[in-house]
C-alpha cells in the first residue's frame, strides 16, 4: 500500500500565504482545472454545452464567467479552462467529457498550473510591475494570458485593484511565487 | 512595437515569437508538388523594403497565430489578422 503525502504546488502540506505591506499572496490548492477545445465545425454546439454547464454564455475573447459549481476562463479561440473545487470535482476532466462528447477536446489541467490569489487594496501596482495588462481597462470578469517572469500566465480581476486570480504554470511555481512576492516587497 | 490583436486588443511585441513570412501558410501539395516546388518553399523567400505580409505567434497570450502586414523599413502595421480565419477562407 502507497502512503503518499499530498503537497501543494509550492511543496507545503498546507497553502502558502504570504503577507507583505497591504497585499496577499495565497496559494490556492483546491482547485480542479480542465481544459475545453471546441472541435472544428463543432463551435455551436460546443458554446450550447458550454452555456448549460455554466448557467450563461461562453466567455468570449478575454473574459471570464464565474459560476457555481463550474467557472471559465477565455484562454484562445473556442479554448476554454474550465475550473471548479477539487474536494467534489477531482475528476473534472472525466466530468466536463461525459457532457460534452464527441464536439470538444477535454483536457485534465489541476497538476499543470499553479493558483494564486492576489488580494489587498492596491494590487495594480503589484500587476504593474509584473505584467503588461492596461490596468485601467481590466475590470472585473475580465481574464487574460500574459508573461509573468517570463512565464506564460492566466490573470483574472475578480475585483479591481483589489482580487486578481493568477494562474501559472505549476512546474514553475517558486519562480512565479518568488516574482510576484518580490513586486509585492517593492510596493509595501 | 504594438501589435492590435484582433481579439484582445493592443498587445506588446515582446509577447509574440515571429515565425516569418505568411508565405509558409501556402504549403506544396505532399502528393503532387516537385522538388523544385519544396524548395522554393523551404528556401526561397521575397525580402520587400515595404509592405511584409508575415505570422507572430502570441506564445505570452492567447498562442494564436496572427498575419501581421507590417511595413519593414518603418515598422508601421497596416493589418492583423487571425490566420486561422485566413486559413478557413483559402
Redesign the interface.
Known amino acids: 500500500m502507497h502512503d503518499l503525502i499530498p503537497i501543494t504546488a509550492l511543496g507545503g502540506t498546507t497553502a502558502h500565504v504570504d503577507t507583505i505591506g497591504d497585499t496577499t499572496l495565497t496559494e490556492l490548492p483546491d482547485i480542479a482545472l480542465a481544459s475545453v477545445a471546441a472541435r472544428a465545425g463543432q463551435e455551436t454546439a460546443c458554446g450550447a454545452k458550454l452555456r448549460d454547464m455554466l448557467g450563461a454564455d461562453a466567455p468570449a475573447a478575454g473574459k471570464a464567467v464565474f459560476g457555481d459549481p463550474f467557472s471559465a476562463l477565455w484562454i484562445g479561440p473556442d479554448q476554454w479552462m474550465i475550473s471548479a473545487d477539487f474536494a467534489t470535482h477531482e475528476d473534472i476532466a472525466a466530468q466536463v467529457s461525459s457532457r460534452f462528447g464527441r464536439c470538444a477536446s477535454v483536457t485534465e489541467q489541476t497538476d499543470a498550473w499553479v493558483c494564486f490569489d492576489l488580494s489587498g487594496a492596491g494590487v495594480n501596482a503589484v500587476l504593474e510591475l509584473l505584467c503588461n495588462i492596461n490596468l485601467l481597462q481590466f475590470a472585473a470578469g475580465d481574464s487574460t494570458r500574459t508573461s509573468i517572469h517570463h512565464l506564460g500566465c492566466l490573470v483574472t480581476c475578480i475585483e479591481p485593484d483589489r482580487l486578481v486570480r493568477i494562474m501559472g504554470p505549476r512546474a514553475s511555481a517558486g519562480s512565479l511565487h518568488h516574482a510576484v512576492t518580490t513586486a509585492m516587497t517593492s510596493v509595501a | 512595437m504594438i501589435i492590435n490583436h484582433p ?6 511585441s ?2 509574440f515569437v515571429y515565425l516569418g513570412a505568411a508565405t509558409l501558410m501556402d504549403r506544396p501539395d505532399p502528393d503532387t508538388a516537385t522538388a523544385e516546388e519544396w524548395h522554393d518553399y523551404g528556401y526561397l523567400r521575397d525580402n520587400p523594403a515595404g509592405p511584409h505580409r508575415e505570422l507572430w505567434f502570441h ?6 497565430i496572427l498575419i501581421v502586414t507590417r511595413n519593414t523599413t518603418t515598422h508601421e502595421i497596416t493589418a492583423v489578422e ?1 490566420a ?1 480565419t485566413v486559413g478557413a477562407r483559402t
Not at chain 2, 481579439?7 to 506588446?12: A, F, I, T, V
Request: glycine share 18%; no cysteine.
Open positions: 481579439l484582445l486588443g493592443p498587445r506588446d515582446a509577447e506564445e505570452g497570450g492567447d498562442r494564436s487571425l486561422r
